[in-house]
């Protein structure tokens, strides 16, 4: 080969080469040639492919997460279905506690038919706290545990050294929850003056100190 004369790039050696393997002249650099050429075709294709399996792996891994979060939706939305009706019902258990503590003892025991009407409205406020936690709902009755601002809502502080400071020391309003989020905080009177209280054992909220929103 001349000076003057630039040499073939790989695909014209491998085609002169695969002209060459016809006629029965293929000589070594020929041979190389082709399978470079081959070579190169090959990682072109290997990559190409590659690329392809990446997109399908992320495509199958969001199509994973969207079939996991809608599965989360459903859950959530079979769980806490009943939340605005629930809410509603939460003045009927009030209601049944008013009318029980309202009722002197002493006219109960002097009043046998009062005495029936009160263990008729005491039985009819246990159906009604059974129905609620059969839905998943139960009540935050908290007098005595460690005041928890993520189900507690406090009325007021009393000073009382006798007790840890920031325990519970009355409930004026019971609270309840439904599955693990607030359906409405206790309301309630808390201790201050006495030594700090410990944790409280109940679970957090998601929703820290503020009641199921609709």
């Known amino acids: 080969m001349s000076d003057d004369k630039k040499p073939l790039d790989q695909n014209a050696q491998a085609t002169s080469a695969a002209t060459a393997s016809e006629a029965g002249e293929v000589g070594v650099e020929q041979l190389k040639a082709m399978i470079a050429a081959l070579q190169a075709d090959v990682d072109k ?35 806490y279905a009943i939340s605005r009706f629930a809410k509603d019902m939460l003045t009927i258990g009030d209601n049944f506690q008013r009318v029980i503590a309202a009722v002197p003892k002493e006219a109960v025991e002097a009043d046998p038919a009062l005495k029936t009407l009160l263990d008729g409205v005491t039985l009819a406020e246990r159906d009604y706290k059974t129905a609620l936690e059969r839905h998943g709902v139960r009540i935050i009755d908290p007098a005595g545990q460690p005041f928890n601002p993520h189900h507690h809502q406090a009325v007021m502080e009393q000073d009382n050294p006798g007790v840890p400071s920031g325990t519970v020391l009355q409930v004026y309003q019971v609270g309840y929850m439904i599955d693990d989020r607030n359906l409405r905080p206790a309301m309630v009177v808390v201790s201050r003056g006495g030594p700090k209280a410990g944790k409280s054992d109940e679970p957090s909220s998601d929703f820290p100190g503020e009641p199921l929103t609709d």
């Not at 997109?55 to 809608?70: F, G, H, I, K």
């Open 45 to 79: 294709k290997a990559a190409e492919l590659a690329g392809k399996q990446d997109q399908y792996l992320r495509a199958v891994a969001e199509t994973e997460n969207v079939r996991r979060r809608l599965e989360k939706e459903k859950e959530d939305t079979a769980k």
